[in-house]
């Protein structure tokens, strides 16, 4: 049986276990194309709260871009751009941690793991506050499971790579982008301080 965007969407959702062992053969490429379809919805979704006005997305701010403040297609572009350059990024460093923890290679693996894992990051992280607080923890626990799973380790050392990319990727992000994050965090609504505008949505 075919397994389609829709099921794997609601299988990584609802039944990450299942669904990885569903993908566990599948094509590298199946997985990048799953990866850009659910960056796409993700980016157009970013791309429509940041020019409405309710929050600016740290892509954007990194281009000088505030809200509403340039051409809808080129944010966008920038949004899904970064999106699937920073997966592949964090997959890498997430492949180096499995290597060191779990003695484990197969690239291709920690790659499906790292997409397929991002899969709440990517629906409901766009949602100002809420939604991205509960998509990151519920992609931790994916995650979890997607290194278990695909790589055939115990939960305890799934745990340990899952968190050690994580802070390290956090601490490495704070160092490069501190600011950065400091803006995004304090912008606040579009009525608050200097991002007054009038929205171009």
């Known amino acids: 049986?075919?397994?389609?965007?829709?099921?794997?969407?609601?299988?990584?959702?609802?039944?990450?276990?299942?669904?990885?062992?569903?993908?566990?053969?599948?094509?590298?490429?199946?997985?990048?194309?799953?990866?850009?379809?659910?960056?796409?919805?993700?980016?157009?979704?970013?791309?429509?709260?940041?020019?409405?006005?309710?929050?600016?997305?740290?892509a954007l701010v990194l281009f000088g871009l505030g809200?509403?403040?340039?051409?809808?297609?080129?944010?966008?572009?920038?949004?899904?751009?970064?999106?699937?350059?920073?997966?592949?990024?964090?997959?890498?460093?997430?492949?180096?941690?499995?290597?060191?923890?779990?003695?484990?290679?197969g690239v291709e693996k920690t790659i499906k793991t790292a997409f397929y894992y991002l899969t709440p990051t990517m629906l409901i992280g766009w949602i100002p506050v809420i939604g991205a607080f509960a998509a990151s923890i519920w992609s931790v626990v994916i995650g979890i499971i997607g290194v278990q799973e695909l790589h055939q380790v115990s939960f305890g050392k799934a745990l340990i790579s899952i968190l050690l990319s994580l802070i390290t990727a956090g601490i490495l992000v704070g160092v490069l982008f501190g600011p950065l994050i400091a803006e995004v965090i304090a912008s606040g609504p579009a009525l608050i301080g200097p991002y007054h505008y009038r929205p171009v949505l």
């Open 67 to 105: 809200f509403g403040s340039g051409n809808i297609v080129l944010s966008f572009c920038i949004i899904l751009v970064l999106s699937l350059v920073m997966a592949l990024a964090y997959a890498l460093w997430l492949h180096l941690w499995i290597i060191l923890i779990c003695g484990k290679r």
């Open 1 to 58: 049986m075919t397994f389609s965007i829709p099921d794997k969407i609601r299988g990584f959702l609802f039944s990450p276990s299942e669904a990885f062992w569903k993908v566990r053969d599948e094509d590298l490429r199946d997985t990048m194309i799953y990866f850009i379809v659910i960056s796409i919805i993700y980016t157009l979704l970013s791309t429509l709260i940041t020019g409405i006005a309710i929050s600016k997305h740290p």
